[in-house]
């Protein structure tokens, strides 16, 4: 332990020396850029000083720093999509920091030709491999349920995103399972971010400032999880005034409220708050409007609660406190119940200290969850992880270039009741803490961009450190044409337990990673009880023309090591059993795997017309030390297009569809029945008379498949000005417009097929004040 944190101390202490190393006989501005009419920050416009080539694009917070300029008088200029430009006169004297904001507003008129020549300059300066940055703008494009566009519906269409359909909710990442893929709201873990209706999330899109989806290889920023990471950033609230928007539709109603607490001004701070709030009524709707569904009513409710509090200083700094309880129930055809909870709260702080040439950057949260699960005629299955998070970061801004390092602590504790295929208790509770510290640099040299980065991650519960270097590259050939590489190695601690079997798997449960694993796997000594993955993905961006852009991808993500819940444990772990092969004795097993495959992406953004096109070909497979086989996420072809468009004397009328083809997942086919003997007395049990339960006899695993899913979402919207800033939006959607039968599951004691949603029409109001 005392060596870890000297290698983490000397990660911060390099860094240190080589920041203040690099100021000299230069001044910098840095800054933030302001909505003037809301005070709210404006993400990724460019700043620059006129007739030079020093420039920046503002952050999710709105921050920009211009380093390495030469002492004189400048024109600051901010310029970004949809807005006005402006700009201010600045001074910036020799080894000199100057500190301003600026302020623009939404252009009446977009400048389409000024978007793509900014959205282009920002794919030359930055690597952005296998990464995707959503704004709400961008989610407004695919078709709602109701009147509220969803992240969840958004992530769907993202290259290498596989989801297992309307119910469900869960996502798969480039082959990694949900456990493996890390979810940060404003820098606090969200374990469940989906809800069992697969077509909406916890997160209210109008809360959400951006997203940053990283499908893989992603930099030693973030850590402790091994396919891919998502990390959104919600916005502060109206910093000049009371707005707020209500909505109500078939599915669910939600109310937003956010305001000054102190009103922004040029020579002072500001304080606001946001609010909001959703609430599922589908299972009661659904018993009069869609009776053709379920005359039962469609069992799907939740409940989602958000709030924030946003303090901001004179110079930009700011420091933000939120919280959220968000909460899911399901009743299935009165066979199944699950419910979960999971809430959380925390702080975090941006700070631009006087003389200091960086951004400082804190964050400190708890979060909490808890699921559990009822069958019929089966054990309940639960789940709980609470836990905390602190982290420290430093950022660097040297002319083009940046350096960015900090630290992380996380402890967390898990609680887990589960039983396997062939009945055995497994039982885990654990409190585990976890210490990592990162270093990165991006370095521009002419066409060519370089981010190697370098992460060492603690797992104490385990007594292991994992160091992890990783490396992002970018060359542009030319002005249109641009080719990228990342990869690196990854580690994680927990895992999930859900049963292969099950053809729709709707439970997760969180464990630590166990100690008591098996000593030999495949022939080899297993000397590391850690889940371990490298990526690499390789790629390229071509212009096409002016609007027409295509993005290829292919990626491999070789898990060298996986850990499993022991599907085929028979015996207990003790002495009397040590003659037993561990991987009939064991709780968890050891596995490996891979996943890869090859992502097109191709789009068009033009004045009035959209279109998004994604196609994913992938393979993904495990290996258990006895048998090869598809996970049952093993999706080999995925399409996704997505077509936008606004009509209307006053282009007051959208019109946007999405259609989604994805071929059929693995599952394990049922052979045949027979009378299970439970044998509850022992030895004792009269077999001749007991009475028996229904026994399955299972195919080898997961070497069915499910049928091809495709599905068409349409909807039609229409708004009307009622003010200022009044607007009453009408919304008309229909989901699964052709009324396709796309399996969800299948009930093996009944031995009949159970859908996914049918087609389903929606309408919906709402009132933005």
Do not use: C
């Not at 620059?48 to 400048?74: M, Q, R």
């Not at 060519?448 to 991650?457: A, D, K, N, Q, V």
């Amino acid at each position: 332990m005392k060596k870890v944190i000297k290698e983490l101390a000397l990660i911060i202490i390099l860094g240190l020396v080589f920041s203040f190393s690099s100021f000299a006989q230069k001044g910098t501005v840095r800054g933030f850029v302001y909505d003037e009419a809301t005070g709210e920050s404006v993400i990724f416009a460019s700043v620059f000083l006129e007739g030079t080539t020093y420039g920046s694009v503002t952050d999710a917070n709105g921050y920009f720093a211009i380093s390495k300029v030469p002492a004189g008088t400048y024109e600051l200029v901010v310029s970004a999509v949809g807005w006005e430009r402006s700009s201010i006169k600045v001074v910036i004297e020799a080894d000199g920091i100057l500190t301003t904001k600026l302020y623009t507003r939404e252009a009446v008129l977009k400048l389409e030709e000024l978007v793509i020549s900014a959205e282009r300059q920002k794919l030359k300066t930055q690597i952005y491999t296998s990464v995707q940055k959503i704004t709400p703008k961008q989610m407004s494009k695919i078709p709602t349920i109701g009147t509220e566009p969803d992240l969840a519906q958004y992530l769907q269409v993202l290259p290498g995103v596989i989801f297992t359909g309307d119910q469900g909710g869960q996502l798969y990442i480039r082959g990694g399972a949900p456990i493996q893929n890390k979810v940060l709201l404003d820098g606090m873990i969200i374990y469940n971010p989906f809800h069992s209706i697969g077509l909406f999330s916890v997160f209210d899109s109008d809360v959400i400032s951006v997203a940053d989806v990283y499908t893989g290889g992603f930099g030693a920023k973030y850590g402790g999880r091994i396919s891919s990471i998502m990390d959104i950033t919600t916005r502060d609230g109206n910093k000049k005034r009371i707005s707020g928007k209500l909505s109500s539709s078939t599915f669910m109603s939600k109310a937003l409220l956010e305001g000054p607490l102190k009103k922004a001004s040029d020579d002072g701070g500001s304080a606001s708050f946001i609010l909001s709030a959703k609430h599922s009524y589908l299972k009661e709707t659904s018993k009069y409007l869609y009776t053709y569904v379920d005359t039962a009513g469609l069992p799907f409710n939740f409940t989602d609660l958000y709030g924030k509090i946003s303090m901001n200083g004179r110079s930009g700094s700011k420091i933000n406190f939120f919280g959220f309880n968000f909460s899911d129930d399901v009743t299935y055809r009165g066979i199944t119940d699950i419910g979960w909870n999971t809430y959380g709260a925390g702080s975090n702080v941006v700070l631009v200290p006087g003389d200091f040439p960086a951004l400082v950057k804190a964050n400190i949260a708890y979060s909490s969850y808890s699921i559990r699960m009822n069958e019929a005629d089966q054990q309940p299955r639960e789940s709980s992880i609470d836990g905390f998070n602190v982290g420290l970061s430093f950022v660097y801004f040297f002319g083009k270039d940046e350096l960015d390092y900090g630290i992380e602590v996380l402890g967390f504790n898990t609680n887990f009741n589960y039983f396997n295929s062939v009945g055995r208790k497994i039982t885990q509770q654990q409190f585990t803490t976890e210490l990592a510290g990162y270093v990165k640099y991006k370095m521009t040299l002419g066409k060519l961009l370089i981010e190697p980065s370098f992460r060492l991650h603690y797992y104490a519960s385990l007594g292991e450190a994992s160091p992890e270097p990783r490396l992002g590259i970018k060359y542009n050939l030319s002005d249109i044409f641009r080719v990228k590489f990342s990869g690196g190695v990854y580690s994680q601690n927990l895992i999930a337990a859900n049963s292969d079997r099950d053809v729709v798997n709707l439970f997760y449960g969180f464990l630590s990673g166990p100690e008591n694993l098996q000593k030999e796997f495949d022939g080899k000594d297993v000397n590391t009880k850690l889940q371990k993955s490298n990526h690499a993905i390789f790629g390229f961006e071509l212009d096409i023309t002016n609007r027409w852009s295509l993005n290829v991808e292919t990626y491999i993500k070789d898990n060298t090591q996986l850990t499993n819940i022991n599907r085929n444990k028979l015996y207990d772990d003790t002495g009397e059993n040590q003659d037993k092969p561990d991987y009939l004795r064991k709780d968890f097993i050891v596995e490996t795997g891979q996943a890869y495959g090859l992502d097109f992406l191709l789009k068009y953004d033009y004045k009035k017309l959209y279109f998004w096109g994604v196609y994913s070909l992938g393979w993904v497979n495990r290996y258990d030390g006895i048998i090869q086989y598809p996970p049952h996420f093993d999706r080999r072809h995925n399409v996704n297009l997505v077509a936008a468009y606004t009509f209307g004397k006053d282009l007051n009328w959208e019109f946007s569809s999405r259609w989604n083809l994805g071929s059929g997942f693995p599952f394990t086919q049922t052979q045949g029945f027979y009378e299970k003997i439970p044998f509850h007395d022992g030895i004792n049990t009269d077999y001749t008379t007991a009475n028996g339960e229904l026994g399955i006899v299972y195919g080898p695993l997961n070497q069915g498949r499910l049928p091809y899913y495709h599905r068409l979402d349409m909807n039609i919207k229409r708004s009307f000005v009622m003010g200022d800033y009044s607007n009453i939006d009408v919304t008309f959607s229909v989901t699964n417009v052709y009324d396709r039968n796309n399996i969800f599951y299948f009930d093996r004691v009944k031995y009949e097929r159970v859908d996914q949603l049918p087609l389903m029409p929606t309408l919906g109001i709402s009132w933005t004040f």
